[in-house]
């Protein structure tokens, strides 16, 4: 009998090359940078033929090999580095080996298998994200090159995590910027019935893998809700903003907050907080209210209403270079209409995801908004996003994740 082979990339014995122009800057790749933009790479004729995700060898300008990439010519980030090695072969065992370095990450930091097992650049795998909620893992293949070779990464995964159900999320933003259509399907396995209980910090979520936001659940916030939940221990009144499915209230509840005020656009993620509130038996100390938040902001405050605790989490109000300058105003904004509901020696805890406004510049316009509230404010805490999404030091989009946590 002959030994089943073991799925791969479409690697022809010679590699198709690309080439840097002399004008890159291939010393930050040699050193650990995993991207070549558009206007980095000679794009002859050849180069533009390739497949979206094809493989292929790059070279710096006086022909010296930098690593294997992932082209994608429709793309301004025209290539992403895949392995130092430019005769590396991607296939099963390579994914295999990936994920079982990410795994054993994971392992050491979590007794429970929910976390994000994959986070992209940082865990060698560009563009790929990739949640764990126990047997159920949802795959974000936000890349072409990815996308291209899925059937392979999914067989990976099962043989290293034993996880008996994948689906495949294509809501991300970026899927849409590789040339990549919507379509979330199940891979493997059977979709989940109804919403997952999911324990952190003490709370239970109920994640929506196939209808709710990003693959269903933020793990990235989970030292942040730890914090601000221990500030609300001694039964505090807490306001959570932008709750999507009562990621602070929830966390805040099980560490002894009287009572919690969900705020959020959304009625379908407002629901799921309110189950979660229902499985941890605190439904009676949890309440919820739909709408616009900056509105409901504006509301609260004409109620006279005040809380101990109020953070704000709001969707990425940066999410380009060209949206920072309306984004710091909208952040501005949220930290002036919250200070207001903010009791005398409270707490207030303002949030951004937007990796394009960098931690200096939130943090500015998050004092400015505070004092034109007419308060005064000391910064207790900077968060940032949980050690499940490593940061890859050379990159700094994947540090988008800053929590501030003021006392007024």
Not at 44 to 54: H, Y
Not at 269 to 297: C, I, K, P, S, W
Request: glycine residues 8%.
């Amino acid at each position: 009998m002959t030994a089943p082979q073991t799925p791969s990339a479409p690697q022809p014995a010679t590699l198709p090359v690309v080439r840097l122009l002399p004008k890159a800057n291939d010393r930050a790749i040699r050193h650990g940078f995993p991207w070549v933009y558009a206007n980095e790479l000679v794009v002859d004729r050849r180069t533009r033929g390739l497949a979206p995700g094809a493989l292929a060898q790059l070279e710096d300008a006086e022909r010296r090999p930098m690593g294997l990439v992932a082209v994608n010519a429709s793309s301004k980030i025209i290539a992403r580095m895949i392995d130092r090695d430019p005769d590396a072969q991607v296939n099963q065992a390579w994914f295999e080996a990936h994920i079982a370095r990410a795994l054993a990450l994971r392992n050491q930091l979590y007794d429970q298998p929910y976390y994000r097992l994959v986070h992209a650049e940082a865990d060698g795998l560009p563009g790929v994200i990739i949640d764990r909620f126990g047997d159920t893992c949802v795959v974000q293949p936000n890349a072409a090159w990815a996308d291209t070779l899925l059937d392979v990464l999914v067989a990976a995964l099962q043989s290293v995590t034993g996880v008996k159900n994948v689906l495949k999320n294509a809501s991300g933003r970026t899927r849409k910027l590789e040339g990549l259509d919507d379509v979330s399907s199940t891979l493997v396995g059977d979709l989940p019935e109804g919403p997952l209980p999911v324990p952190m910090n003490g709370a239970t979520y109920m994640a929506d893998l196939t209808g709710g936001q990003k693959t269903g659940l933020f793990y990235d916030q989970r030292p942040n809700h730890a914090f601000a939940a221990n500030l609300a221990h001694n039964g505090a009144r807490v306001l959570d903003v932008f709750s999507h499915v009562g990621g602070f209230s929830l966390a805040a509840l099980a560490k002894g907050a009287s009572s919690a005020l969900a705020v959020d656009g959304s009625a379908a993620a407002l629901e799921l907080a309110e189950a979660g509130a229902a499985a941890m038996n605190m439904q009676d100390r949890f309440a919820t209210r739909q709408g616009d938040a900056f509105e409901v902001l504006l509301a609260l405050r004409n109620e006279g209403q005040t809380f101990d605790v109020v953070i704000c989490d709001p969707p990425a109000f940066a999410p380009s270079r060209q949206a920072v300058d309306a984004g710091l105003r909208a952040y501005e904004r949220v930290a002036r209409l919250s200070a207001q509901l903010v009791a005398e020696n409270g707490i207030l805890g303002l949030c951004s995801c937007s990796h394009a406004a960098d931690l200096s510049q939130f943090r500015t316009t998050s004092v400015r908004g505070i004092g034109r509230a007419g308060r005064r404010a000391i910064l207790l805490h900077t968060g940032f996003a949980g050690p499940d999404h490593p940061q890859l030091p050379q990159l700094a989009e994947s540090g988008y994740l800053k929590s501030l946590f003021f006392r007024l």
